[in-house]
């Protein structure tokens, strides 16, 4: 018997700045990401409650808030579209306020939306 051990590879000791890096951004994207998850469902769960307090059934606060941010999408797309072209050099100013408008609309539209999703999968009626 020899006390020959195996030869292991290197070790490496010390994490290089870059792989401190790394670790820090995932880390915080986890937490960031579970405390979005977390305020979604939170608030989708209180925003159905208080909605059915008042006597509105949580299908149609998903349904208004769904055709709502259809039409908004309809109107922003072409807004966009007509921007992109180039076709709006009179106007600049008017149809970025009205992009950004629709934008913002369609966004908290969106998220009354998933509040409302959540609140019903969650068993709100």
Known sequence: MSDDKPSEAPRRE???????????????????????????????????????????SAPAVVGAAGILAVISAAVLVPVIIFRIRG????????????????????????????FALVGVAAGVK
Do not use: M, P
């Open 14 to 56: 010390q994490w290089s700045a870059e792989d401190r890096r790394i670790l820090v951004i995932t880390i915080a994207g986890g937490l960031a990401a579970n405390l979005g998850t977390v305020l979604i469902v939170g608030l989708g769960l209180a925003y159905l409650h208080h909605q059915r307090s008042k006597g509105v």
């Open 87 to 114: 076709e709006t050099a009179k106007r600049d100013r008017w149809v970025r306020w009205v992009a950004w408008s629709l934008a913002a609309v369609l966004s908290a539209l969106v998220l009354l939306f998933l």
